[in-house]
C-alpha cells in the first residue's frame, strides 16, 4: 500500500510541477503584453506595403521652384503719405471754365409766341 501511495504522491508532484510551468510561460506572456515591447514598434515596415501619403512625402522631398522672372508682376509702389495724396489731389482737378455757346436767333423761341 505504501508503495501505490508514493507512486500515486509522485504523479501528482509530476502533474502540478507541469501545471506551475504552464502558469509560468502564460504569466511571461502577460508580463511582455502589459510592461514589454509593443509588436507595432519591434516589427520592421514590409516594403511592399503602399503608402497613403507617397505622392505628398515626393513633393516634400522635391526643392520649391523658384518663380520664373518673366512672371512675376511690378513691385508695389510706395505708399503715399495723406498729405501727398492731398496735394496730387488738388494738381489733378480740371479747371472750371464755362462753355459759351454761340446762339442764334431762329433757334430761341419767345415765350408766348
Not at 511690378?74 to 492731398?86: C, L, S, Y
Request: aromatic share 4%; proline share 7%; no cysteine.
Amino acid at each position: 500500500m505504501s508503495e501505490t501511495v508514493v507512486v500515486d504522491e509522485h504523479a501528482e508532484v509530476l502533474a502540478l510541477r507541469q501545471k506551475v510551468d504552464e502558469l509560468e510561460t502564460q504569466l511571461e506572456w502577460f508580463r511582455k503584453q502589459v510592461f514589454g515591447q509593443k509588436s507595432e514598434h519591434a516589427k520592421p515596415m514590409d516594403v511592399n506595403q503602399l503608402s497613403l501619403f507617397a505622392q505628398q512625402v515626393e513633393q516634400a522631398k522635391q526643392p520649391y521652384p523658384l518663380p520664373n522672372k518673366k512672371l512675376m508682376s511690378k513691385p508695389m509702389p510706395e505708399r503715399k503719405t495723406r498729405n501727398q495724396m492731398r496735394s496730387l489731389a488738388a494738381k489733378s482737378k480740371p479747371l472750371r471754365r464755362q462753355l459759351i455757346l454761340p446762339m442764334s436767333n431762329a433757334s430761341v423761341r419767345q415765350a408766348g409766341s
